[in-house]
């Protein structure tokens, strides 16, 4: 896995920048997005980060709050990546986080996947971990957590990790949304995805919200997404989105056909 992980980010021949802040990464199992997720985790410079706040929807775990991880460690096949217990404490303090059981924390995979990559780029510099399970949450709650995380933007010692695929197509996935001024189903997915990424690289999470609202694109990171934007809006660090790579698990030409797509950004400070 080492050597795949290696491999892919040298393809992306990206330069690592102190400047990135923070990821919009896929989860998906790596031979579909790997190769996607090391245009995200490939522009990363370790150097000065102690800390990566994880944030990743949940597949199996309905809860309208976020919720924290009870373990001490996540383990990976190429390494292992401690709990920061001292961040969980203070979230916890707040009153507003609920706390994930191991068996939810095992069975999602939306943070899982973005581990090994984490363990690979932090390669000799010493991480620990903050897992949020962001719900199925409210644009108020949204809000609030985003306000509620937002300090911890400004602190260049932090890193974030938010993990999302994009549009699942296909009527297995119960949407077939399809505009047939683009043409070919797979192009008509593209602008819609697009749409929803150059809204998400403007910041602005309103519009984002009123997007998923209109085309209701099947995002599954939409809420850590949302979040996210909503601690940029509060935070004093101007922190700009940049999406850097865009694939589709298969291209869809027949409405009997499906696929994920999969899209890689880098938040970068804004000098």
């Known amino acids: ?25 896929p989860h998906a199992g790596y031979s579909y997005s790997g190769r996607a997720a090391a245009y995200a985790f490939g522009n990363i410079d370790p150097t000065n980060i102690s800390r990566v706040f994880l944030l990743g929807p949940s597949h199996h775990y309905y809860t309208p709050k976020c919720a924290l991880s009870t373990a001490t460690v996540y383990k990976t096949p190429i390494g292992d990546l401690p709990i920061d217990l001292e961040v969980i404490e203070e979230l916890k303090a707040t009153g507003k986080f ?3 059981n191991l068996r939810v924390d ?76 683009y043409g070919a189903i797979h192009k008509s997915i593209e602008a819609l995805d697009k749409m929803g990424m150059d809204i998400i690289e403007t910041g602005d999470a309103d519009a984002f919200k009123e ?22 809006r509060n935070s004093s660090t ?10 589709q698990s298969s291209q869809c030409k027949t409405t009997r056909d499906s696929s994920v797509s999969y899209a890689s950004a880098a938040a970068k400070v804004d000098a």
């Open 1 to 25: 896995m080492a050597e795949e992980l290696d491999g892919w980010i040298t393809a992306a021949g990206l330069p690592k920048s102190s400047d990135v802040r923070g990821v919009i990464a």
């Open 98 to 100: 609920e706390l994930m």
């Open 106 to 181: 095992e069975a999602e995979h939306s943070m899982e996947m973005h581990l090994p990559y984490l363990v690979k780029v932090f390669e000799g510099h010493p991480v620990k971990v903050v897992p949020i399970l962001v719900g199925a949450l409210g644009a108020e709650n949204e809000a609030m957590y985003g306000k509620l995380l937002a300090k911890y933007i400004d602190d260049p010692q932090n890193f974030f990790s938010v993990s999302s695929d994009f549009c699942h197509w296909g009527s297995r996935f119960n949407y077939i949304h399809y505009d047939k001024k």
């Open 211 to 232: 997007y998923l609202s209109e085309y209701d694109n099947t995002i599954c990171g939409r809420h850590p997404i949302s979040v996210f934007l909503h601690m940029l």
């Open 238 to 247: 101007r922190i700009k989105i940049k999406f850097l790579r865009y694939e």
